[in-house]
């Protein structure tokens, strides 16, 4: 074997018994490099350590490790020739089974009589005596078998590739790397926490030894992974910081204070805290960076306003966008009703505008004529440039992007503007840390104190007549109703009601009653007027798609059905609730459902006994896997190879505290530079921090 060949960033193709093939094949589990395929861990692990006589497999019996030898062979094919049957007897000396692989056309000439083999599977109950199916087998020659007798590594797979064969080249490139794997983490990080060195740990992930040192080399690991991701948070948050200021907004409260005499309420103990936090944010000269999370109707557009007016009273101008044209014209109807009243002016650009209109506001904005504009992501267009954009405030984080939030911060000219992020789907802390861990976070917890607790049910298709009353009976006491359906391509599912097919059924349903239908494919206009109908409450029944799901605000709808509701995620339906129970009335939520498997009914279950949205964030990201949660699968920042986001929380915590740590040190080039090179080797593009290290 010729030591140390490989090094790290060779191509895959340079470890032995890899060809183009087979590269092509790894390339589908993002393995390229020599240092992707030793880092490619196993899924999960196979005690093989105690290896059995023969006479110890019991039928039916979990699958076990034992060696024997070959008596005989059989091997039959099918007349169609579809099917090859391999059938052989084994002996140890003491007891005789047989096994039986399918279709394997080599092995006939492998098992000559007498071969010792290594085998793991399991003692089928058969006709007429119990056999091994397809077990996994070694053929023994000189040396220490490796398939038994140890704790043997399973791999996550890809087409065409085995267990086998991923085994041999991992070990192989193993061998070979004699490298030092370099150590990126500081010294003091390595110190205090006792770690073992990363060429250790990477080796005991593929052959575990005892317990222990497994644990150690995968605490090692899992912070490094985190430590690499907040060191680059880190230096995100550093450069946004040091390059650009931000104007400090610090101007005497008079339109602030004014607003907050005339709210019909008394803010919440959190919207008072949250806003100290944003204001506080906003009197500063670096460029505010937060996220206000907080559930569906904890009522954080009052906060955002206050924010806004914050911005007006220090002479800039101040922009709130919304990831829909609904939701900005909603916004739009609020803040006109609270504002006006003061002499503020509200502009709203959507999409929806005619050229006229359009251009009217973009020399608004550029003049600096309209102090405060809301609009969708047509603020952040191309041609829209502000004289002083002091306050970006973004609704919904979870439908922009990282870099919608950077186009923004592009219209403000020299100063940067701060901005404040809302999302309405608390993020579970660890993921908040990662994904947007350069923000910092407000959170509000309680509701309103007089909201009405939401009564969540879910019923099936005999159910439905009694529901169907019930909603009748809350149309006559005035109330409104959502329905909503899931958005299906007709051609994929017939099985569940389409909204158009469901809008009509309850048009027959509800003669009478005004029902009316929002969809996607509608256009802007038309969307915006069957909202505001609703809001005024000239519909009673919105036959609709998701469409409704973020923000929208009418008090006086006390009951949404979700219909398909085994179709949506935890959170998505937390959000379609969070329609209702926003005013004094009694509320409820009815997952219309007729879940196919238990695993469904478990989920919709466990939907309607929580009611905290936090709560209900953990639960789907262990569902779903924290990538799928909330959108984030293409930022990579999730994608790591041990740490797992929910088992591993409290290490991204000391990860961060350490990381942060370091970096503000200064000088982390120098310092620090195998960890720099691994920061920006891995995120440089994606948190675009490349100029910055
Ligand atoms: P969300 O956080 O989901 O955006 P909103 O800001 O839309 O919630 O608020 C939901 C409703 O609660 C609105 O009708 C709002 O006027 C009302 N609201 C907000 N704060 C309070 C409060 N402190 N007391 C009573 N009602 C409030
Ligand atoms: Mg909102």
Redesign the pocket.
Known sequence: MTQGRLRLDDPVTCVRGIGEAKALQLERLNVRTVEDLVYFFPRRYEDRRQVVPLAALVPGGPPQAFRARVVSVENRVTRTRKLNLIRVCLSDGNSVVWALWFNRWNLKNLFKTGVELALYGSLEPGRPSPELLNPEFEILDSGDPKSVGRIVPVYPLTAGLNEKWLRRVIESALDETTEEFPEVLPPSVVEKYGFIDAAAAVREMHRPGDEETFKAARRRLVYEEFFLLQAGLALRRKSAGDEKKAVPLTGAPDLVARFRERLP????DD?KRVSEEISADMRGTSPMNRLLQ?????????VAVLALLQALDSGVQAALMAPTAVLATQHAVNLRRWLEPLGVEVALLTGGLTPGERKKIYAGLADGTIRLAVGTHALIQEAVRFKRLGLAVI?EQHRFGVLQRKALNSKAGDDLPHTLV?T?TPIPRTLALSVYGDLAVST?RAL????QPIRSVWIGENRLPRMMDFLDREMEAGRQVYWVCPLIEESENFDAAPLEYRYEKLRERFIGRRVAMLHGRMNDKEKTAVMSAFAAGEIDMLASTTVIEV?V?V?NASAIVIEGAERFGLSQLHQLR?RVG??PYKSWCILYSEPKNSEAEHRLDQFCSLSDGFAIAEADMRLRGPGEFCGVKQHGLTDFRVADLIRDGAVMEAARRDAFAAIAEGDARNRYPLLMQAVLNRYGQMLDIAQTA
């Open positions: 309420f008394e803010l919440t919207q907080g559930d569906v109707g904890s009522g954080k557009t009052v609704d809302m309405a509000i309103p104190a007089q909201r923000g605000d008090p969070g926003r005013g």
